[in-house]
């Protein structure tokens, strides 16, 4: 069996072998070199490194293999098992270039975002920004997955006739792919729609499905919603597309928090009030210094119903607010005013013939307990 291998090396075969070697151990040594290079040049710019360190395993892949993709082509087209070597070089060069601009367009993406944080106070912008390249770059990759799997497809012969019966029945295949793919395609369109308009962003404070929470991740086909009590809702891209949902910071995100109380009519507003600003400049940090006001909403037959309007930077704080108005709100009226909290009053009166037996014995109250 070993002598049957020998007789292929003969003498273009044993040329064209030791030339794919050599070709192949120089490259490989001219791409690192050159990486090192730049390696050191780029050493004070960080967006240049951090592309570079992106993109140096495919280079240092792709460049031996043009290389020997040029041997191949080179060589004669009587060796043996040259047809399969080629067709393999050309699929390896297009996975590795398939590769490459993955790896690109990952690495503008994360210069993007070390350029524009959001963890700051004011990132509005810096939402915007990091949503819309997340979306496009994430769009931009699926395109190159697919035009990189169809061009390694189309290598294949009878690929090749597939796709040709298939222009000749366009009609019917085209509704058939389009059917199949609505999902797919609905979500990448919709991704687009998001990247562009930004009806969410990341971090933006949302409503969806009756849940609150915060976007913590936007792919290119579905939203992931991190709820208050740390669960994920996830949600294709297509629904915010379709459905009305609420966003808190569409553009602020600054909000109004209410709190309501039932109280008693005989309560005075006035030192209420006082009580109310005096709480709200005592925690700066949760209160923006924009509203803080308190109102009598409705009067029922028993009670008023007042409402305390109280604004902060942001939905969070505005929670926190709310709960410690509330609180200390009522603790003030129980300690200050504890007849007005809202009670049912009952009146007792007198039989009009106060004589009569049965009404003195009706009224009179027993001796075990205290008259009302």
């Not at 189309?154 to 793919?181: N, Y």
């Not at 996830?234 to 309501?260: D, H």
């Not at 507003?269 to 509203?291: F, K, T």
Request: charged share 20%.
């Amino acid at each position: 069996m070993f002598l049957d291998w020998l007789a292929y090396l003969d003498t273009p075969a044993l040329k064209t072998l030791l030339s794919a070697l050599i070709t192949a151990l120089l490259l490989s040594i001219a791409a690192r070199s050159l990486i090192r290079l730049l390696e050191r040049v780029t050493r004070k710019a960080p967006m240049s490194r951090e592309v570079l360190s992106r993109i140096k395993s495919p280079l240092y892949v792709l460049v031996p293999l043009i290389g020997l993709q040029g041997v191949g082509a080179g060589a004669p087209d009587d060796l043996p098992f040259i047809g399969i070597i080629r067709h393999l070089l050309g699929l390896a060069l297009i996975a590795t270039i398939t590769w490459l601009g993955l790896q690109a367009a990952n690495s503008v993406e994360r210069i993007i975002l070390l350029r524009n944080p959001i963890d700051i106070s004011d990132n509005l912008r810096a939402r915007r920004i990091q949503t819309q390249t997340r979306v496009l770059v994430r769009t931009l990759g699926v395109f190159v997955v697919l035009f990189g799997f169809a061009a390694m497809l189309m290598t294949f012969p009878a690929a090749r006739q597939v796709g040709a019966s298939l222009l000749a029945s366009a009609g019917v295949a085209g509704l058939a792919v389009g059917f199949a793919a609505k999902p797919v395609l609905g979500n990448l369109i919709a991704g687009l729609q998001i990247a562009l308009t930004q009806p969410i962003r990341l971090d933006d404070v949302v409503i969806v499905e009756g849940e609150w929470g915060r976007i913590e991740e936007i792919t290119g086909a579905y939203v992931v919603i991190r709820i208050w009590d740390e669960r994920r809702l996830v949600v294709p891209l297509q629904w915010f597309i379709e459905n009305p949902f609420q966003n808190w910071t569409r553009s602020s995100a600054s909000i109004l928090g209410s709190v309501f109380f039932w109280v008693d009519y005989g309560l005075p507003l006035d030192p209420l009030r006082a009580e109310l600003q005096r709480l709200c400049e005592s925690v700066p940090q949760l209160w923006d210094g924009r509203v803080c006001v308190l109102q009598v909403t409705e009067a029922g037959e028993r009670a008023i119903q007042l409402r305390v309007l109280a604004s902060s930077p942001d939905s969070s704080r505005n929670w926190d607010l709310r709960c410690y108005l509330r609180e200390n709100l009522i603790n003030f009226i129980g300690n200050q005013y504890p007849d007005a909290l809202p009670r049912v009053r009952a009146s007792l009166h007198m039989a009009a013939n106060n004589d009569a037996p049965d009404a003195q014995q009706a009224t009179a109250p027993p001796e075990h307990q205290p008259p009302v």
